[in-house]
């Protein structure tokens, strides 16, 4: 059973200016690494994210030449820690762009990546819409990240409503779940919390859930940066500032609430729904 460790959940509001964003990102990340935290997960699009008139500005680069990904990189290896910094715009060789998550570990190397499934397509109420897809092509692979601690599922942001996917990932030896978000402040004071400790419930899985706050242009961020342990509790919450939120993770929980619980061997085949057919009373 790999032993107890701190993770660390990093709350920035991010703007255009990308250099900025990555310098506040990093002094938090610093923080973090000075009160013992073993694992850093940052929020999706962190190092930008701006919205005027209804466009969006995320700062996209290829991987291989992202300002925050390399800066990233290079603090994981001078820190010797690992790093999960949110999600960030990567252009592909198709020009198209892919919100991507990656998992670096205390070398600085990526040892997974993930491009996020479901697209934030949305109408909301008082006209508040977002076209997540005309940005974004959505990425078709669920991915596990190998960690000292057991195996890191990574999913980003409205992924959160897809039950499915966190179910696949747990089944899969998922031990816990990282959901980098920029939630909405709307849908956010509705359903951030209940989602998360959902996630959670379902699989036995600790959920660890960086989400950027406040007002970016247009936009408006809900915070609320959540630790929920495998019972569902909250155990850690960002409020809606910035800073750096801790929580000690034991990973005996995972296997206390799935022993407890264990729904997911519980799982059966079903046939595809259709109506029911009801016979006609006779007589």
């Known amino acids: 059973m790999a032993d107890c460790f701190k993770v660390a959940l990093v709350q920035n509001?991010?703007?255009?200016?990308?250099?900025?964003?990555?310098?506040?990102?990093?002094?938090l990340v610093r923080q973090a690494h000075g009160q013992g935290a073993d694992l850093i997960c940052l929020p999706e699009m962190f190092s930008c994210l701006y919205s005027s008139d209804g466009v969006l500005d995320v700062g996209p680069y290829p991987e291989d030449s992202h300002p925050a990904?390399?800066?990233?990189?290079?603090?994981?290896?001078?820190l010797g820690t690992w790093i999960q910094p949110g999600s960030v715009a990567v252009e592909t060789a198709g020009k198209g762009l892919r919100n991507r998550a990656v998992m670096m570990d205390p070398t600085g190397n990526l040892v997974a990546r993930y491009d996020k499934v479901h697209m934030f397509d949305v109408d909301l109420a008082h006209g508040?819409?977002?076209r997540e897809s005309e940005i974004f092509e959505s990425g078709d692979e669920a991915v596990l990240a190998p960690t000292p601690w057991g195996l890191v599922g990574l999913t980003v942001c409205y992924d959160l409503r897809f039950a499915y996917l966190y179910r696949s990932l747990a089944q899969a030896g998922a031990r816990?779940?990282?959901?980098?978000?920029?939630?909405?402040?709307?849908t956010g004071k509705a359903h951030w919390q209940v989602l998360l400790r959902s996630r959670a419930i379902e699989t036995g899985c600790y959920v660890f859930a960086a989400c950027q706050w406040g007002a970016h242009g247009d936009a408006v961020?809900?915070?609320?940066s959540l630790v929920v342990a495998p019972w569902g509790e909250v155990i850690a919450?960002?409020?809606e500032s910035g800073g750096v939120v801790i929580a000690e993770v034991d990973p005996a929980k995972v296997e206390e609430a799935r022993a407890m619980v264990p729904a997911l061997r519980h799982d059966r085949p079903l046939r595809s729904p259709k109506p029911a057919s009801v016979g006609r009373a006779s007589g």
Not at 69 to 78: K, P, T, Y
Not at 221 to 224: I, L, Q, V
């Open 13 to 27: 509001r991010a703007g255009a200016d990308m250099d900025a964003n990555i310098a506040d990102c990093s002094d």
């Open 176 to 186: 816990y779940l990282t959901v980098p978000a920029a939630f909405m402040r709307t």
């Open 221 to 224: 961020t809900y915070g609320h």
């Open 69 to 78: 990904l390399q800066h990233f990189s290079g603090l994981a290896r001078e």
């Open 237 to 239: 919450d960002g409020g």
């Open 128 to 130: 508040e819409s977002y």
